[in-house]
């Protein structure tokens, strides 16, 4: 996955799901979140989501970028925020 997105928008969602992202970790997955390509809404393309949860809580984000290859991967949120940040 090869994406081009814009370092204030990908910040902003980042900040949302950091909320989520369980912070005692019991399941290392947990820590993570999951970003991957899909088609945006109305055929626009491919645009980028993420989600996290905690077993009780999930959130899901979309958000438009420049897809150069499709994919997905989970990150550990917190190393991703400190890096976007």
Do not use: N, Y
Request: charge should be negative; include cysteine.
């Amino acid at each position: 996955m090869e994406l081009i997105v814009d370092r204030a928008v990908l910040l902003s969602e980042l900040g949302l799901l950091q909320g989520v992202v369980e912070k005692k970790i019991t399941l290392p997955v947990l820590a993570h979140l999951l970003l991957r390509t899909r088609e945006g809404e109305g055929g626009k393309g491919l645009s980028v989501e993420m989600a996290a949860t905690d077993l009780e809580i999930g959130l899901v984000t979309e958000f438009d970028a420049q897809c150069i290859s499709a994919g997905g991967i989970t990150v550990s949120a917190r190393k991703l925020f400190e890096i976007v940040r």
